[in-house]
C-alpha cells in the first residue's frame, strides 16, 4: 500500500470514519472495520481530512531561499564591475600612484570621476541625509538615527544639539541596478581583455 493511502486510512479510521472496500483488505486478519459514525459528524471530519491531505499532496517542491548576505554580495558586486566597466575604478585604486605627477594623477582621475558619475546618474537616485550647506549651524533633534547622523566631538547633556554641519550624507532613494544573470561567476567584476593577431 502507498504511504499516502495508508496515512489517509489511519486518520479516517482513528476519526472513525468508513474506509473504502480497497483498504479494508489489509486490515489485520480477525480485526473488523469500526463502524461508520451518523452522517452529521462524518462530512465535517472528512472535510478536514481531505484539506490536510490535499495540502501534503499538493505542497510544492521546497525552493532554496538565497540568503540576505548573499543577495547584498552579489549586488555589491554588481555595482562595482558597473563602476569598473564605465569608470575603470578598480584599476585607478590598484594602481600605485608614487611615480606620477599630480598632473597625470589629476587626467587620469578625470576620466575615472566622469564614468563613475555616470553610473550613479543611471542607476541610483541620491538625496542629502541632512538639507543644507557644510559648514551650516544644524541642531540635530532629540531620537535622531545614528545610522543617519554621526556626531563628531563630544556630546554633552540631552539632544538637540547644535553643531557644524561638515558633511550633509547622502542616502539612496531609488536603486536601479541590472538583473543578474544565472550562471555567471559574480566574483569576475571585469573579465580578462586579450587582443587577437597582435
Request: hydrophobic letters at 40%.
Given at each position: 500500500?502507498?504511504?499516502?493511502l ?15 472496500a ?19 459528524s462524518?462530512?465535517?471530519t472528512?472535510?478536514v481530512?481531505?484539506r ?7 505542497r ?9 548576505a ?9 555595482l ?6 564605465e569608470?575603470?575604478?578598480?584599476d ?6 608614487d ?13 575615472v570621476?566622469?564614468g563613475c558619475?555616470?553610473v550613479?546618474?543611471?542607476h ?12 551650516a549651524?544644524?541642531?540635530v533633534?532629540k ?17 538637540p544639539?547644535r553643531g ?5 550624507g547622502?542616502?539612496?532613494v531609488?536603486?536601479k541596478l541590472?538583473?543578474?544573470?544565472d ?6 567584476i ?5 587582443e587577437?593577431?597582435?
Amino acid at each position: 500500500m502507498h504511504p499516502l493511502l495508508a496515512f489517509i486510512y489511519f486518520w479516517r479510521m482513528l476519526l472513525g470514519m468508513k474506509l473504502p472496500a480497497d483498504a479494508v483488505q489489509f486490515l489485520p486478519e480477525g480485526t473488523t472495520p469500526p463502524k461508520q459514525l451518523p452522517q452529521e459528524s462524518e462530512k465535517p471530519t472528512e472535510k478536514v481530512v481531505e484539506r490536510v491531505v490535499e495540502k501534503i499532496v499538493e505542497r510544492p517542491a521546497r525552493v532554496d531561499k538565497v540568503s540576505t548576505a548573499t543577495h547584498h554580495k552579489d549586488g555589491a558586486l554588481a555595482l562595482l564591475a558597473l563602476l569598473q566597466r564605465e569608470g575603470r575604478l578598480v584599476d585607478f585604486l590598484r594602481e600605485p600612484l608614487d611615480g606620477f605627477s599630480d598632473g597625470d594623477i589629476g587626467a587620469a582621475a578625470r576620466d575615472v570621476h566622469r564614468g563613475c558619475r555616470k553610473v550613479l546618474e543611471q542607476h541610483l537616485s541620491l538625496e542629502p541625509v541632512m538639507p543644507g550647506a557644510e559648514e551650516a549651524k544644524v541642531s540635530v533633534p532629540k531620537g535622531f538615527d545614528p545610522a543617519e547622523i554621526r556626531l563628531i566631538g563630544e556630546a554633552k547633556g540631552e539632544p538637540p544639539f547644535r553643531g557644524t554641519l561638515r558633511h550633509h550624507g547622502w542616502r539612496v532613494v531609488d536603486a536601479k541596478l541590472p538583473t543578474l544573470a544565472d550562471g555567471i561567476d559574480r566574483n569576475v567584476i571585469a573579465p580578462a581583455e586579450v587582443e587577437l593577431g597582435a
